[in-house]
């Protein structure tokens, strides 16, 4: 008695082909981000930010570059800018929620923007005193962070 040979089924055959393509896709992309190197010596998760500042009306910008870990880049004291910037964390970074209810307090003309990247994230905010909100975002960073003395 002879046997027929078995025939596969297309949708099985498709079924593992499409295992056997997701499996590769995984096993390509694992440890894809390990082997990142930003080039510079320092680990993709670093601290590298630009803070522009203006001190008031009608001056100039400056403009200053922290690095952490370990702290440098031309900002006067990135030892301690670095330190005011851990204990402030990334929330610092975000702005005050619309509808906020913010005292009605002016603390100066001061403004600045920082960008760059926080411990590997994107950061791009704005810092302003015109508002008991803004000045607490202000201050949890200090003048040190902002190389601005207060009045």
Known sequence: ?????????????????CAVALM?????????????????????????LTITLVADDGVDPESFELKCDPPGGNHPQPAEACKALEAAGA?????????????DLYGGPQTATVKGTYKGK???AEFERTNGCEIDRWE???????????Q
């Open 140 to 150: 949890q960073l200090g003048a040190t962070f902002f190389n601005v003395p207060m």
């Open 1 to 17: 008695m002879a046997t027929r040979p078995r025939r596969r089924s297309p949708v099985r055959r498709a079924l593992v082909l």
């Open 24 to 48: 590769a896709t995984a096993l390509a992309a694992c440890g894809k981000d390990a082997d990142k190197d930003p080039g510079d010596g320092s680990s993709p998760d670093a601290t590298s």
């Open 122 to 124: 994107a950061v791009d």
């Open 91 to 103: 929330k610092v970074f975000e702005p005050v929620p619309k509808g906020q209810m913010c005292t």
